[in-house]
């Protein structure tokens, strides 16, 4: 049963351009994308790079070391997949994220 975890107040949060969060031992990152927000897994399935410092573009972002690229809503990756990342959903609640961890 999932449940929603709040990430913190929006001006805190550092999008640079995707914001990292940490919920338990797992690092997601968030993302604006046209006034809404999205969450994925922050780590990149091909390198371990941060994908919160990647390019984000048409509701994608491109990963900064060899630009795999994976979309913000589902996650899923432009190679395969095999390499797609997790989504989750996100909702502002007062100013602050918060995220829909399983
Ligand atoms: S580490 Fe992300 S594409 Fe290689």
Redesign the pocket.
């Known amino acids: 049963m999932s449940r929603w975890v709040d990430c913190g107040p929006i001006a805190d949060l550092k999008f640079t351009p995707g914001a990292p969060v940490k919920i338990g031992d797992h690092w997601i990152a968030l993302f604006r994308v046209d006034g809404n927000y999205r969450a994925i897994d922050n780590r990149?399935p091909?390198?371990?790079?941060p994908l919160c410092d990647g390019t984000v573009f048409e509701g994608k972002v491109a990963?900064y070391?060899?630009?795999?690229e994976f979309d913000l809503t589902t996650g899923a990756c432009d190679v395969g997949p095999q390499w797609n990342v997790k989504a989750y959903a996100v909702r502002e609640v007062d100013g602050r994220l918060e995220v829909e961890w399983p």
Request: aromatic content about 10%.
């Open positions: 990149c091909h390198a371990s790079a990963c070391l060899h630009c795999w």
